[in-house]
Every structure is written in structure tokens, then in C-alpha cells.
């Protein structure tokens, strides 16, 4: 669904698979928004929140 939306590029390398996020295009049709995403998943992922791992940070 992502790739159909034009969101992700998924590029085959053999038989390896690398999915990339279109940051630049996503940019341009929607200002601020994955600036707003990263804001909002930090504020959350403290070490003392409920449910965080050591994953949530990636």
C-alpha cells in the first residue's frame, strides 16, 4: 500500500530487498509532516514511558 501510494521505493539488490522512504517527495505534498511524526514518536519513546524498548528509537 505504501509503495502504490508513492510513499516508499523498494529496490532489489540480488536477493536482497532495500525499502526506502521518499522523504523528499513526501516533503513537498505534505509540509512538516514527518517532522510533526518524529516529534510526537520522541516525545514518547523516554525511557521511563510505558511499553518503551530499546527498538522504539530506531
Same mark, same amino acid.
Given at each position: 500500500?505504501? &509503495?502504490?501510494? !508513492? @510513499?516508499? +521505493? ?5 536477493? &536482497?530487498?532495500?525499502?526506502? @522512504? &521518499?522523504?523528499?517527495?513526501? *516533503? ?5 509532516? @514527518? =517532522? %510533526?511524526?518524529? %516529534? !510526537? +514518536?520522541?516525545? &514518547?519513546?523516554?525511557?521511563? =514511558?510505558?511499553?518503551? +524498548? *530499546? %527498538?522504539?528509537? @530506531?
Amino acid at each position: 500500500m505504501l &509503495r502504490e501510494a !508513492g @510513499l516508499i +521505493t523498494v529496490e532489489q539488490y540480488g536477493n &536482497r530487498t532495500a525499502v526506502s @522512504l &521518499r522523504r523528499d517527495d513526501i *516533503e513537498a505534498r505534505f509540509p512538516g509532516l @514527518l =517532522s %510533526a511524526i518524529r %516529534a !510526537g +514518536t520522541a516525545s &514518547r519513546n523516554t525511557p521511563d =514511558s510505558p511499553g518503551h +524498548t *530499546e %527498538a522504539d528509537g @530506531l
